[in-house]
């Protein structure tokens, strides 16, 4: 069953008219395309960092590729030990996410794009400051098999997965763009949607698609950045063969570290946390000794 924008993500689609045409375009066009739910909950994480008396629990709001390598950073941390008793990282789905999530704090630190919180939170930098900001990183395609010439002969033969949030710039809005070949219409396109990446994946390994958006992985579990040499990983930290990956025209936007201002106090010791990890090629945002 096709399923259409709520009046939250079309808002959110709204944030520059170029997407929003854009989205319209391929929304209408992939209303007579063949398309499966396999619709899995989003989920958290978390971790005790201090048997102490601290009450406090560190909210982290971040995606579950930033995840892969943010919690254990956060979980070994003597800064934060001394602060809170347990680290909880939650990736919700980004329609969950609301204005007074941001205004109260209910998310300490955040990652996130600024579009995305703006769409949210018009005046989100009122409430947070911003701590580090990455680099743009690339997405590919993941083929089963060896893709011989990326053209419309060889991606109409495949099962294509997606996300089925249309607000995923790097799981639903690039890798559509990246559709748009010629001689090639959407509707001849076998589109499977997934609530989530894990459930992505999990359908790839089932053989359920053959196909599917991905952004990849350094050797330290980072996404990767123009500068970084092969061999790529999956978010299972499986290598995956070059001939089974085609990048994608454009890059997706890195995101920022993102600090509420109640706990401001704490904003140069995890930009500088952050920083010290060398796991992400950004630049700290805060004006630190």
């Known amino acids: 069953m096709t399923r259409y924008l709520t009046p939250l993500q079309f808002r959110w689609a709204m944030t520059g008219l170029t997407a929003a045409l854009l989205l319209l375009a391929l929304g209408w066009t992939l209303a ?11 989920s958290s994480e978390r971790c005790a960092i201090n048997n102490g008396n601290q009450p406090q629990s560190l909210t982290v709001l971040a995606s579950p590729i930033v995840a892969k390598a943010l919690l254990p950073l956060l979980c070994r941390s ?12 939650h990736w919700p789905a980004l329609s969950e996410l609301q204005a007074d999530d941001l205004i ?18 018009h005046n989100f930098e009122a409430y947070y400051t911003e701590l580090w900001a990455n680099p743009n990183y690339r997405v590919f395609w993941i083929s089963q098999s060896a893709i011989p010439r990326w053209n419309a002969t060889f991606v109409r033969q495949q099962q294509i997965g997606l996300l089925a949030d ?40 089932r053989g359920e698609i053959s196909l599917y958006p991905a952004v990849l992985l350094n050797k330290q579990g980072v996404a990767l950045s123009d500068t970084d040499p092969p061999p790529y990983y999956d978010v ?7 001939a089974h990956l085609h990048p994608m025209s454009g890059t997706s936007n890195g995101g920022s570290f993102y600090l509420h201002n109640s706990l401001a106090p704490l904003n140069c010791e995890l930009a500088g946390l952050l920083k010290e990890s060398r796991l992400w090629h950004g630049v700290i945002k805060v004006p630190c000794p």
């Not at 003597?78 to 990282?89: K, N």
């Not at 109260?104 to 939170?121: N, Q, S």
Request: negative net charge; glycine residues 4%.
């Open 166 to 205: 249309r607000n995923s710039y790097s799981g639903y809005q690039l890798p559509l763009a990246s559709l748009q070949l010629p001689d090639l219409s959407l509707s001849e396109l076998t589109l499977r949607f997934y609530a989530d990446r894990q459930a992505l994946t999990d359908a790839f390994a």
């Open 32 to 42: 007579s395309a063949p398309i499966a739910f396999d619709i899995q909950p989003y």
């Open 104 to 121: 109260l704090g209910k998310y300490a630190l955040v990652w996130a794009r600024p579009e995305t919180l703006k769409a949210v939170l």
């Open 78 to 89: 003597p800064l934060l030990a001394a602060h809170y008793q347990q680290v909880e990282l």
């Open 236 to 242: 299972s930290g499986q290598p995956l063969p070059m």
